[in-house]
Every structure is written in C-alpha cells, then in structure tokens.
C-alpha cells in the first residue's frame, strides 16, 4: 500500500455496509485526509504481525481492492486472511485471485502451517469463495458480531498447507 491508495480505497473504507461486513470495532467517520494519514503512518511503522496489500488490475493498475495476512502467529505458524473490493470490482473473479496470492505468500514465504477466515454467517459471497478455494468450515461463534441490525453468527474457516497444495 502507498498513500495515494487512499484516495481510491477512501470510497470503500467510507461505506458503513462495508465496514459492518469487514471490520469488528464501531464505525468512526474520518476525513480523506485523516485516513491517508493514517496509511502513512502504519507505512512509517510495520506490523510484524501483518501483511496488508492493495490489489491492482494488471492490465492498467487500477487498484481494485485490498488484502492481508493479519494476526501472524510465527510460533504456531498461523494467520487470518481477509480480502475487500470495490463494488465495481467485485463479481470478476478478483476475490479468488487474492486469495489464490495471499495463500501462496502465506504458506510459501510466511511459512504459515494454517490460515483461517472469518466472516458473518450471512455473508454468502465471502463463504463461497472461501470454499471454492479449499478453505474446510471449522466452526459457527453464535451471535457473535453485530451486525447493524442485531447479531450474526460469524463462521470459521481453515485452510492447512497440505491442503492448499492439492
């Protein structure tokens, strides 16, 4: 990610619908100009634990979306993974192509044993790319999350490194 991902991705950070899907705090309103900043600032300081990439097209880099390897665990050899698009990105096949690449960083240059995604039970698309790309349901959190309008069911998954090989 740079700076200037900011002015694209500001419309998707700014959506409160995307925010209750991808996000587990209360949505606090923010400025252009404070997001940015504070892109600059996790730029200055790297997380150890976390990985975070802005997805671009090939064909023009248009940046399309974002992605991350967080919660990095090195001794148990375990990380989350979550994916974002804009909504005139999404549909396109971009998602699995993420998840395709952060799995291959994940096992292959994080040396990840595991990965795990977690996502509200009522999120269909998140669960069905989930298991078109091999991750196994491992679990339902009932009522867990809020959800705007109440509480969701989040719901588990996993994907081990023997499995992603196949």
């Not at 500001?10 to 252009?32: A, F, K, Q």
């Not at 096949?93 to 292959?108: A, S």
Request: with cysteine; net charge negative; hydrophobic share 40%.
């Amino acid at each position: 990610m740079v700076p200037d991902d900011a002015n694209v991705l500001y419309e998707m950070w700014s959506d409160p619908e995307h925010h209750l899907l991808t996000d587990d705090s209360p949505m606090l309103v923010e400025s252009l100009a404070a997001r940015r900043a504070r892109l600059e600032k996790s730029q200055a300081e790297r997380d150890a634990d976390a990985a975070r990439f802005t997805a671009e097209t090939i064909a023009d880099g248009t940046v399309i979306g974002t992605c991350s390897l967080w919660g990095l665990d090195a001794f148990n050899q375990f990380g989350h993974i979550g994916i974002s698009l804009l909504p005139a990105a999404r549909s396109q096949g971009y998602g699995r192509e993420m998840m395709r690449l952060l799995c291959h960083y994940g096992f292959r240059f994080r040396n990840l044993h595991r990965i795990e995604l977690e996502t509200l039970a009522t999120n269909t698309a998140m669960r069905k790319l989930a298991e078109s790309c091999g991750f196994v349901l491992e679990g339902i959190q009932r009522e867990q999350a809020y959800d705007g309008d109440g509480f969701s069911d989040i719901v588990l998954y996993g994907l081990l490194r023997q499995e992603w090989r196949r």
